[in-house]
């Protein structure tokens, strides 16, 4: 098994920045996919960031490219959401999640591992 625990989120301005944090504990294989999804309220969890296991590879939904930026230090098992230029169109839930794979997965489907969630609310 593997737990997730995701802290940084909280209550910023438009134009604000965050890091996001998720740790990782438990069975830590280093050859795991990394992933940042969202779920704001009344909406479907989309996808936001992904990272291979080396951290070579990175994929991001369109409305965050330029802006916010996916990283990992497995020595530490975390991975990172720096989020630049805040809007309050980014506010929502956020989640990280983990699976066994060498790649970049892109859908939620995809992972077994999930963290809880960390709020993350932009004012305008």
């Known amino acids: 098994q593997v737990q997730l625990v995701e802290s940084g989120g909280g209550l910023v301005q438009a134009g604000d920045s965050l890091r996001l944090s998720c740790a990782a504990s438990?069975?830590?294989?280093?050859?795991?996919?990394k992933g940042w999804f969202r779920q704001a309220p009344g909406k479907e969890r989309e996808f936001v960031a992904g990272?291979?296991?080396?951290?070579?590879?990175?994929y991001y939904r369109d409305s965050v490219k330029g802006r916010f930026t996916i990283s990992r230090d497995n020595a530490k098992n975390t991975v990172y959401l720096q989020m630049n230029n805040l809007k309050p169109e980014d506010t929502a839930v956020y989640y990280c999640?983990?699976?066994?794979?060498?790649?970049?997965?892109?859908?939620?489907?995809?992972?077994?591992?999930w963290g809880q969630g960390t709020q993350v609310t932009v004012s305008s």
């Open positions: 990272i291979n296991w080396s951290g070579g590879n990175t």
């Open positions: 438990g069975r830590t294989f280093r050859r795991y996919a």
């Open positions: 999640a983990a699976q066994p794979n060498s790649g970049v997965l892109l859908n939620s489907y995809e992972y077994t591992y």
